[in-house]
């Protein structure tokens, strides 16, 4: 009985000595070989949402396994930048740490483009244009510019309000008057074309054309159409600026000076002949004012 005791103890202490053997062979080998086989793969560096544009500091670069690399996993090359590995806008929420794909960006060449490449916040909307109102059809998707609304104007003095307050009503506006409503808006599509493939550079001239706007804007821009005739004034590519109005109004009877001089004489000789008469007719072509 003690002899098989004996037996069965050695068995199990020469079992225990083959099993720590063998943990660490297994152990030695991969801490020896663990060093050479890790690469950097990208990820999100917070969490990220739907419809964000990528920018800098949005994504970084995480160490793992190079035999647990998976498909589609976006790996660095030398010394590249995780801002140049990928740029877009995604198509779904991304969340810290998670490595990030191609496949989680919008694709531009596919479905609604328009939609998928509104800004957060911007609304889309179309407006007529012919060929004069578009600069001459040189207005293509991604430009920016600027919308100009000329209208009429139906502002009329009574006689109650005597023959001096008629007289500079008639000399500010007679019944056009011209204004920007809108600045450096951004050209999403002309007509049903949301990029530019025009490989021969030739000017071609839209119905339509999809601007971007806020819900301000939008407002706006659906009045001013209904409201006059809207022009587009194309900007340069850089120009940001948004200017402050310091003039006043351009109306039809603004455009020229004529009347200005005229009424500018009458008091000057006014003065020198002492003659009291506030009353002084301009004509302008067949009317007169």
Partial sequence: MNKNILIVL???VLAAILVA???QISLGGKKGGGGGDMVEVLVASSDLKIGQELSGGDLRWQEWPKDSTFRGAIVRKDNQEASEALQGRLRRDVAKDEAVLKSFLLKETSGNFVANS?????????????AK???GGFIKPGDYVDVVLSYKNKFKASKEDGPLFQM???MNISQWATETILQNVKVLAIDQTAEEDNKDDEAEVGKTVTLQVNAEQAEKLALG???G??????RGVGDDTIFEKKWPTISDARLTHIDDEVFLAYQNLKMQTGVQRNIVRIYNGSTSK
């Fill in 21 to 23: 053997m063998l943990v």
């Fill in 10 to 12: 050695g068995g199990a």
């Fill in 229 to 234: 005739k809207v022009t587009l004034a194309l």
């Fill in 133 to 135: 109102t578009m600069v």
């Fill in 118 to 130: 509104l800004e957060p916040g911007m609304r889309a909307m179309a407006i007529k244009v012919e």
């Fill in 168 to 170: 500079l009503v008639s």
């Fill in 225 to 227: 159409a209904e409201f």
